[in-house]
């Protein structure tokens, strides 16, 4: 435990997304010898592989600078056992399934209103052992929120949110990676948000490129799309994104290539 400028004691706890501000935020704090006492990263299991070597390259940095590695937290069945196995157990979600031919397990395709990946791979694991060291080790989170995303601050005093008090903007945030070598494989020189490549909330523009420049995502992306269509039909569960299944976009991505091209 690290003891600040005050009289009290506090464990310092870091949450790091990966992406470019809570990157930033690590990489400042380590700079400006700011206490750490730990590392969060909640693992999705469906990162892009260059998230991963940026991981893996913090955590060598974290381990050289501070003696501690990055701790890594992740659900017990992951992305796809929530997908497609979950068991439902409410008696009235059983039975509206029943009524609509639904199969008793599995969630589905996330969407906007039920963002159930973020849920239980993200929020859900950070919050409870942050939860469980404030209880006991009276810890503070430092979370890396930029200075022009303030709305996503919490009136909370356990929280700390360093970005929006230097008032580094998202902008600012990689460009801060950039300078100390950390360029994320290039992921943000092709997509504006380095998240989960399997999304259905990525825009069509990403999606677009996942076709080009990870093809092998792609081919994943399009099966299980076409599993979650055979199992939950042609509704919101089953459905990728509105209007469109993976080998819709195929097609179109397709033929605007082929349109280019003439």
């Not at 893996?56 to 929530?82: M, Q, S, V």
Request: some cysteine; glycine content about 8%; proline content about 5%.
């Amino acid at each position: 435990m690290t003891k600040t400028s005050g009289n009290e004691n506090f464990y310092h706890a870091v949450s790091l997304s990966g992406g470019k501000d809570s990157s930033a935020l690590l990489l400042l704090m380590m700079e400006k010898e700011m206490p750490i006492d730990c590392v969060l990263y909640a693992d999705t299991g469906m990162e892009f592989p260059e998230m991963e070597a940026h991981i893996a390259k913090l955590d060598d940095l974290l381990y050289r600078e501070r003696g501690i590695h990055i701790i890594t937290l992740r659900h017990p069945h992951g992305f796809e056992w929530l997908m497609f196995d979950q068991p439902k157990q409410r008696p009235d979600c059983l039975e509206r399934r029943a009524r609509m031919g639904i199969p008793p397990q599995g969630n589905g395709w996330p969407g906007a209103k039920v963002r159930w990946c973020t849920g239980e791979l993200k929020t859900r694991l950070i919050r409870k052992e942050v939860n469980r060291l404030k209880r006991e080790k009276n810890a503070l989170h430092y979370i890396g929120i930029a200075a022009d995303e303030t709305q996503r601050c919490k009136d909370d005093t356990s929280h700390r949110y360093p970005l929006v008090e230097w008032g580094i903007t998202e902008t600012q945030a990689l460009q801060v990676c950039y300078n100390r070598g950390f360029d994320f494989g290039g992921l943000y020189e092709i997509y504006h948000r380095a998240s989960c490549w399997c999304c259905p909330l990525n825009s069509m523009d990403n999606l677009r490129k996942i076709r080009i420049h990870h093809p092998e995502l792609w081919a994943r992306l399009r099966d299980m799309d076409n599993r979650a269509r055979a199992i939950f039909g042609p509704g919101p569960l089953g459905q990728f994104k509105k209007d469109w299944s993976v080998e819709r976009l195929e097609e179109r991505f397709a033929r605007e290539e082929k349109k280019g091209k003439t």
